[in-house]
């Protein structure tokens, strides 16, 4: 990639960061006091997102693979999976962020397609793990309430039916997705929508035989690389539990929960919740409010204080803009090592 070209993309993430840093609603005083309570249990929660970010590399590489050699180091697919996070957290939607950054970083060594589909294809399976994480998360809330250790009134019933639908049909749509392919499809979707038609109509037209490529390299992986799939699966499915313990380390100042292990369920379970909550409102920079939000009623449907959602929502905040400067800040290094021609 271009020098000039990765400029725009720190100098997009760097005004998000900025943005977002004005409009972060707590006060100095509050925020020094959360840290200094978090204490050595934010450098805990700093650590266990390099271990999730080396499982996220470790996904991609195995999906690289997955249709040939990978010629890429680890450590660049790494820099490369903590620079997309960042940038996906810090635009709306992504749209200026990770999966185009990542593309273009990737194309000298794989070229356009290969680079192409692995990304797309790691973008498919962390929300596939993602759906099964969330549909995990109701039969764990029903068994905790059949236990009554959790309440289950009409209103949750109705949370757990519309997760129980969504869950179904996002994992309903991505194993078609798998089966057959989706770019074309969703370049179909796109030439639908008023103001997209036209450009839709030329793109699918101009790259129709990379598109098909592209696709027939995504039902691949399932299909017939059926140990790189499940592989890669694994790994994004158990980084979600982990990330659990970002939640548990938390709870654990506050001695909420009845014991170590309960305590890890109901981290599991704000997490889950919260997680769905905030990705339903994608369209936000760094999901800013949702998240929040999410902490807020997870954490009361548990049965803990306003205090804590909020303890645990300022440090997770925390957490995320010091991984989305790390992110950018890693845009700028390694950059000069020259590309395996192919």
Not at 104 to 130: C, D, N
């Amino acid at each position: 990639m271009k020098n000039k070209t990765r400029n725009i993309f720190f100098a997009f993430g760097l005004i998000a960061v900025v943005v977002m840093l004005f409009t972060f609603k707590v006060s100095f005083v509050q925020l020094w006091a959360d840290i200094c309570r978090a204490g050595y249990w934010l450098f805990a929660i700093f650590g266990l997102w390099v271990i999730l970010y080396i499982m996220n590399a470790w996904t991609w590489r195995i999906i690289i693979r997955g249709s040939g050699d990978c010629p890429i180091p680890f450590w660049k697919i790494l820099k490369l999976t903590i620079t997309g996070f960042a940038l996906n957290y810090a635009t709306p939607a992504g749209l200026m962020g990770g999966e185009p950054y990542k593309i273009m970083e990737l194309k000298p060594y794989i070229g356009t397609q290969r680079a192409t589909s692995s990304v797309l294809l790691f973008a498919m399976m962390h929300i596939f793990a993602h759906f099964w994480f969330w549909f995990t998360s109701i039969a764990v809330y029903l068994v905790l309430a059949c236990s009554n250790l959790l309440p289950l009134d009409v209103g949750m019933s109705i949370v757990l039916l519309f997760m129980l639908c969504f869950c179904g049909g996002g994992i309903y749509l991505f194993i078609r997705g798998y089966k057959n392919g989706m770019v074309v499809k969703i370049i179909k979707f796109l030439s639908r929508i008023p103001g997209l038609k036209k450009w839709a109509n030329q793109f699918a037209e101009s790259h129709k035989e990379d598109l098909q490529k592209i696709d027939r390299q995504i039902s691949e992986l399932q299909s017939q690389n059926q140990r790189s799939f499940y592989g890669s699966f694994a790994l994004e499915y158990v980084g979600r539990i982990l990330q659990s313990f970002e939640i548990y380390f938390m709870l654990l100042l506050f001695d909420a929960g009845t014991g170590g292990g309960l305590t890890f369920v109901y981290a599991f379970l704000i997490l889950s919740f919260t997680s769905l909550f905030a990705n339903l409102l994608f369209f936000m920079p760094l999901q800013l409010g949702g998240r929040e939000g999410g902490f807020a009623m997870s954490v009361a449907q548990m049965g803990m204080t306003a205090d804590i959602g909020l303890f645990v929502s300022i440090i997770c905040r925390v957490r995320e803009l010091f991984w989305t400067a790390i992110g950018l800040l890693l845009m700028k290094v390694g950059n000069k090592q020259p590309p395996i021609s192919r």
